[in-house]
């Protein structure tokens, strides 16, 4: 009776062995979601390795686990490694990041294999994102590794596949929608010759006029000195408020150009900027601003100097308002409290 049992159990585990060696030796899993946000809205939760506590399966297995950061907190070489009594020891690398468009990992668990591979894709689809999560480990010849990934690796994958392309869609959805085209720039200097003027904002009439006299006055400079225009006018607004601001029309041009001496020859500051793209009419420019400021205020971003408007649109050729087009420029830095 008992050699029959054991012969029995013989026979299973040899089963299990040989069709162990039959599955597959690498799981793969992929899923994908829609998402009704650009794409930079799930890629900066992904990308930035301290937001992964927001929406990551595997950080709610264990109040306890520890975690560690390395210095780099985002993009290619950002890392943090666990330690857990649930979930062992690992360590999760960021090895590939392209903005908005595809990020790559390796985990690494300690006493395995090789690494395991992780990767997100994001695809624009109109107003919406397709965010396609992708997981890849090879289970080795080991027969018994090779049938948790088959069953219970898989299971759990799918679950954690699951919960996290909700959370991030929920994360990514919750976040301001914008009208206008935005965008982080690093912008270069501009030099420019310029009048100033300080005025009241409220009657655009009177401020329109108003840049259109010191306009004529830098054109009829230029025009006496020969010197070219080296791009589209600009305003910039050192200050500003309900009842006052000051403006300095502009013109681009060479560095090594001769004025009269009664105008000098200045710059813009460089470095990081947020760029918005208005178009339409002058008079609705104050939105345009306004979702602007928003948005730096929505990436931790402080203003660090003058606003600029550089009018791309010529309205003495183009006399549909409609169609203008002014780009806005805030130079900006991160807040003191988000840099590490």
Known sequence: ???????????????????????????????????????????EEIDKLENWKKWSYWNTLDDNM???????????????????????????????SSPFKFIKADLEFVESGPPARSWFTFEPEGENTTLTMGFSSDMGMNPLMRWMGATWFK??????????????????????????????????????????????????????????????????VLKKSRIELKGHPFCLYPSY??????????????????????????????????????????DKLEASHNQVIQFLEFKNHEINGAPWEVYITDPGTEPDPSKWVTEIYYPVKERVQDLK
């Open 241 to 282: 408020s309900a009842e006052s601001m000051d403006m300095i029309c502009a013109l681009p041009v060479a560095a090594n150009v001769k004025l009269p001496a009664k105008y000098k020859i200045a710059r813009t500051q460089q470095g990081k900027a947020v760029k918005g793209i208005h178009r339409g009419p002058y």
């Open 155 to 220: 299971y759990e994958m799918d679950k954690a596949f699951d919960h996290n392309l909700t959370k991030l869609k929920a994360l990514a959805e919750s976040k301001p929608k914008f009208t206008i085209e935005l965008s982080e720039e690093t912008v270069k200097p501009i030099t420019y010759i310029g009048i100033n003027h300080t005025m009241s904002p409220k009657d655009i009439n009177a401020v329109s006029a108003q840049m259109g006299k010191m306009y004529n006055e830098l054109s009829g």
């Open 1 to 43: 009776m008992w050699k029959k049992i054991v012969t029995g159990l013989l026979a299973l585990v040899v089963l299990f062995v040989i069709v162990g060696f039959f599955l597959p030796d690498k799981v793969e899993i992929t899923r994908s979601i829609s998402i009704n946000a650009p794409a930079e809205y799930s890629f």
């Open 66 to 96: 520890q975690v560690t950061y390395s210095d780099k907190l985002k993009g290619a070489g950002a890392f943090y490694q666990w330690d857990s009594e649930d979930m062992g020891v690992g360590k999760l690398t960021i090895t590939e």
